[in-house]
C-alpha cells in the first residue's frame, strides 16, 4: 500500500507499507518505507531533462546532415548549371553541361540550358553569315 501525505517539514513523503508474516505466529506486522516525493521524482525529472537533451542534439544533427545532403545533391549542380549559363552569357556556346543527365528537375533545367546554348549558337552563326553576305554584297567603299 503506498499513501502520500506531508510530512512534518511540510514536504510530501509516500509511505509504503509491506505486511510482514511471522510463520509461527498470528501477530501482524508492517514494514513502511518513508520516502520523500522530491527523492522520487529527481529520478525521472533527470531522465526527462536526459531525453529532451538527447532529441534535441538528434534534431540538430539531423538538420546539419540534411543541409550537407541538399547542398551536395542540389547546391553543386545548380552551381555547375549557373556556371554553364555565365559561360553562355560569355560566348562560350561549347561548355558541355552534364546536369541534363539527371532524372530529376535539375535534369530538366539542365535540358533546357543545352536547348537555349544550341539555340543561342544557331542565332549567333545566323547572325554571323548574315553579316559575312551583306559585306560581300556591298560595294567596297
Known amino acids: 500500500m503506498v499513501v ?3 510530512g512534518s517539514d511540510g514536504q510530501i513523503w509516500h509511505y509504503i507499507a509491506s505486511p ?10 508492517a ?16 531522465a526527462r531533462t536526459i531525453l ?9 544533427a539531423s538538420c546539419g546532415a540534411l543541409v550537407v545532403l ?3 545533391l542540389v547546391g553543386t549542380p545548380a552551381r555547375a548549371l549557373a556556371s554553364s549559363i555565365n559561360g553562355m552569357a560569355n560566348g562560350d556556346y561549347g561548355a558541355a553541361v552534364p546536369e541534363a543527365k539527371r ?3 535539375l535534369g ?10 544550341d539555340s543561342l549558337r544557331r542565332s549567333v552563326e545566323t547572325e554571323a553569315e548574315q553579316r559575312a553576305l551583306r559585306l560581300r554584297r ?4
Open 4 to 6: 502520500a501525505a506531508a
Open 20 to 29: 510482514i508474516r511471522a510463520s509461527e505466529t498470528a501477530d501482524r506486522w
Open 31 to 46: 514494514m513502511v518505507v518513508a520516502v520523500p516525493s522530491a527523492t522520487l521524482s529527481a529520478a525521472a525529472d533527470h
Open 52 to 60: 529532451i537533451i538527447s532529441a534535441i542534439l538528434c534534431i540538430l
Open 70 to 72: 541538399v547542398r551536395r
Open 103 to 105: 532524372r530529376d528537375e
Open 108 to 117: 530538366l533545367v539542365g535540358q533546357a540550358v543545352i536547348r537555349l546554348r
Open 138 to 141: 556591298s560595294p567596297a567603299t
